[in-house]
């Protein structure tokens, strides 16, 4: 194996090895002493500076598990192109290398690739959402609610009651009968349902159309599916119960992105 094929293996390899010491330390015996780097993150200057960039986990999600297309020669060069599977946040990144005499890298280029358009799934909750949005307001991450008032201005406003009711479908409890919300989406019935919660570093969209329910049984079923919390500022159950009829969801979740829509 030539010098460059090895730096060549030894860069890739690293993007597959949690990083440390001992693998800054094998990344920067690829490299020049004056070696250099430009990414998205910036440039950086010398052999430890490059290396421990190169061997951190600041780019490990754009060439960990990814596909390598076969090596490029361009302009004295070498290209290495690492594409993620195709539900990933990213697309990839690929890595342009420049080598001395010496066979050592002397200059690195680095930049991700965008994530490709998803075609849409048929829209079916999977559990994993389910719970996402029924666990919502207890894991501290409320959903937040889009909505247009009677006028067209657009409003948000966090709902704790927010509750996943069917395979395409989620509920709501408003306690205040007048409230804007109601008013609003009786004239335009179109909403979205926003939710992050930044420990699991999930994301979600859902996109729908709200009506309300006057059915006993699925007043009371939304009710006593909302949290405790909630249900104790209610306890008569004197609020309105809407139904959101999903029309398409997106997200991004550290297993890839959802993309779905009702068919």
Request: aromatic share 8%; glycine share 10%; hydrophobic share 40%.
């Amino acid at each position: 194996m030539s010098d460059r094929d090895k730096a060549i293996a030894t860069i890739k390899g690293a993007f597959e090895h949690d990083p440390g010491d001992d693998l800054t330390s094998t990344v920067a015996g690829q490299l020049a002493a004056g070696a250099t780097m430009r990414s998205m993150r910036g440039k950086v200057a010398g052999r430890d500076s490059v290396a421990a960039a190169l061997a951190g986990s600041d780019f490990r999600r754009f060439f960990s598990g990814g596909a390598w297309d076969a090596p490029e020669e361009k302009d004295g060069a070498v290209v290495l192109t690492s594409r993620q599977p195709e539900k990933m946040p990213t697309g990839g990144g690929r890595l342009t290398l420049e080598f001395n005499g010496n066979g050592e890298v002397n200059h690195v280029e680095l930049w991700s690739l965008p994530a490709p358009f998803l075609k849409p799934e048929s829209l079916e909750l999977t559990s994993a959402i389910k719970e996402a949005v029924n666990e919502s307001m207890v894991a501290g991450a409320p959903m937040l609610v889009s909505y247009l008032d009677a006028e067209g201005q657009p409003h948000m406003t966090y709902r704790g009651t927010a509750q996943a009711y069917s395979d395409n479908q989620l509920a709501l409890w408003s306690r205040m009968a007048n409230g804007g919300f109601l008013k609003g989406t009786a004239v335009n019935p179109k909403v979205t349902l926003f939710y992050r919660n930044p420990t699991t570093r999930a994301l979600y969209q859902f996109f729908g159309r709200a009506r309300v329910t006057a059915d006993e049984a699925e007043r009371n079923r939304i009710w006593e599916n909302s949290c405790e919390i909630e249900r104790n500022q209610d306890p008569d159950r004197l609020g309105v119960a809407t139904i959101v009829d999903l029309d398409q969801v997106e997200g991004i979740t550290v297993e890839g992105r959802v993309f779905m829509r009702r068919e």
